[in-house]
């Protein structure tokens, strides 16, 4: 597609339930990000693709989350038992290259809201 | 602790006149710097960029001048577009992955 496309817009899920966000990014593009972006804050990043490998996941606040890119393509996030912290709004990023910065392109987000 | 501050939560501009946008950070290891541009229920978009060996880099309306030494960069939109209302995210690389990004400042131009 034209952009870097994420489903769903909106979710909303009980405390302690999964949730499963899809990225899918500009075709061809090897770099992919993920951000969170809680209200009144700039997106904080969580973690980073290059292809199908995950080079860093530093950003992930707890092992309830998970990031995954079998294919190098389409990639999920997914939370474990959701808390009322998890509600944010998620962001999906990609670029052509590993440049960073430069050429990212991010979707519109996933707004979660935890209640 | 906050690497990257925006401490304008809110800025208003009449239109015509020049927008200012602030941002301080306290990495000494940025060295890629950007400005991003986010209109409500969208991702944030790109505006423009400068590098640590730099000191200005100009694109169009949009002047982005970085001071060192004062580990401050600024955004500068002349003459300022009732398009140009939006939030702008200063946002910082030092060369790992991923940008470490401000608050942002909601920027509103007045007709």
């Known amino acids: 597609g034209a952009g870097v496309s994420q489903s769903p817009r909106y979710k909303v899920a009980k405390r302690g339930q999964d949730v499963a966000l899809r990225c899918d990014p500009i075709?061809?593009?090897?770099?992919l990000f993920w951000y969170q972006q809680a209200l009144g804050q700039g997106p904080e990043f969580l973690t980073y693709?290059?292809?199908?490998?995950?080079?860093?996941k530093s950003g992930l606040p707890s092992d309830r989350f998970f990031a995954e890119r079998p294919e190098g393509s389409v990639s999920t996030l997914k939370i474990q038992r959701t808390q009322q912290e998890d509600s944010a709004v998620y962001l999906c990023?990609?670029?052509?290259?590993?440049?960073?910065?430069?050429?990212?392109?991010f979707g519109s987000g996933t707004r979660l809201t935890v209640v | 602790d906050q690497q990257v501050k925006q401490n304008s939560p809110s800025l208003s501009v009449q239109e015509g006149r020049i927008s200012i946008l602030n941002c301080d950070y306290t990495?000494?290891?940025?060295?890629?710097f950007l400005w991003y541009k986010k209109y409500p229920a969208e991702g944030p978009t790109f505006l423009i960029s400068?590098?640590?060996?730099?000191d200005k880099n100009e694109d169009g309306r949009f002047t982005v001048f970085l001071n060192k030494s004062a580990k401050h960069l600024s955004l500068h939109i002349v003459p300022s577009q009732p398009g140009d209302s939006a939030v702008y995210f200063c946002?910082?690389?030092?060369?790992?992955?991923?940008?470490?990004f401000g608050k942002g400042t909601h920027l509103i131009i007045q007709p």
């Open positions: 990495n000494s290891m940025f060295d890629y």
């Open positions: 400068i590098s640590s060996i730099k």
């Open positions: 990023a990609s670029s052509l290259d590993s440049s960073g910065g430069i050429g990212y392109t």
């Open positions: 946002a910082a690389s030092d060369g790992a992955d991923g940008l470490t």
């Open positions: 075709s061809g593009h090897v770099s």
């Open positions: 693709f290059q292809n199908e490998a995950q080079l860093d």
